[in-house]
């Protein structure tokens, strides 16, 4: 990718990442995938424990409201992205892996950049009881991002009418 965060059409690049939110019943991991032509979050995930599958269910999710072929899909070294699992699932679904170097957070600077915005605009807003109160907070601001924040790179339009997710009906 070489730092090139564009893409010309509605998946043909996704970024992931995760984040950790503190509660007072320890550490919540939310992790994001962004299809990079509009800014869509396409699949998120808020869990107890950084497993592999956590990261997993984030693409579960992004697959199933996408369907894509040929997507390129970039993420960082760590240890749930590089495993077995995520690799082979990568794999199956035809998604073409593509990773950062390791430690360069610049070479996942867009999702990156969504962890901060992210954390700027929820979490660092007030202190989170428990991760169930994170999770849904989380769950209202994807909502939020996706169908209402306006967005210069989509014409000051939602993320999601820039591109839109699959219609489940």
């Given at each position: 990718m070489n730092r090139q965060f564009v893409a010309e059409r509605p998946?043909?690049?996704?970024?992931?990442?995760?984040?950790?939110?503190?509660?007072?019943?320890?550490?919540a991991y939310v992790a994001f995938i962004?299809?990079?032509?509009?800014?869509?979050?396409?699949?998120?995930?808020?869990?107890?424990?950084?497993?592999t599958s956590f990261v997993l269910d984030?693409?579960?999710q992004a697959l199933w409201a996408r369907?894509?072929?040929?997507?390129?899909?970039?993420?960082?070294?760590?240890?749930?992205?590089?495993?077995?699992?995520y690799t082979q699932r990568l794999q199956d679904a035809e998604l073409l892996a593509s990773?950062?170097?390791?430690?360069?957070?610049?070479?996942?600077a867009m999702a990156e950049s969504i962890n901060?915005?992210?954390k700027a605009e929820v979490i660092h807003r007030q202190s989170w009881k428990t991760r169930q109160d994170a999770e849904l907070?989380?769950?209202?601001?994807?909502?939020?991002?996706?169908?209402?924040?306006?967005?210069?790179?989509?014409?000051?339009?939602?993320?999601?009418?820039g591109n839109p997710l699959r219609d489940p009906h």
């Open positions: 998946d043909k690049l996704w970024v992931a990442d995760f984040t950790y939110v503190s509660t007072w019943q320890g550490f962004i299809d990079v032509f509009a800014g869509v979050i396409v699949g998120w995930r808020v869990s107890s424990t950084m497993e984030a693409l579960e369907c894509p072929s040929g997507t390129i899909h970039h993420r960082d070294k760590g240890s749930q992205y590089v495993s077995l699992a990773a950062g170097s390791t430690g360069d957070s610049y070479d996942n901060g915005l992210y907070a989380t769950l209202k601001w994807v909502d939020w991002y996706n169908h209402h924040r306006l967005m210069e790179r989509t014409g000051y339009i939602p993320t999601v009418e």
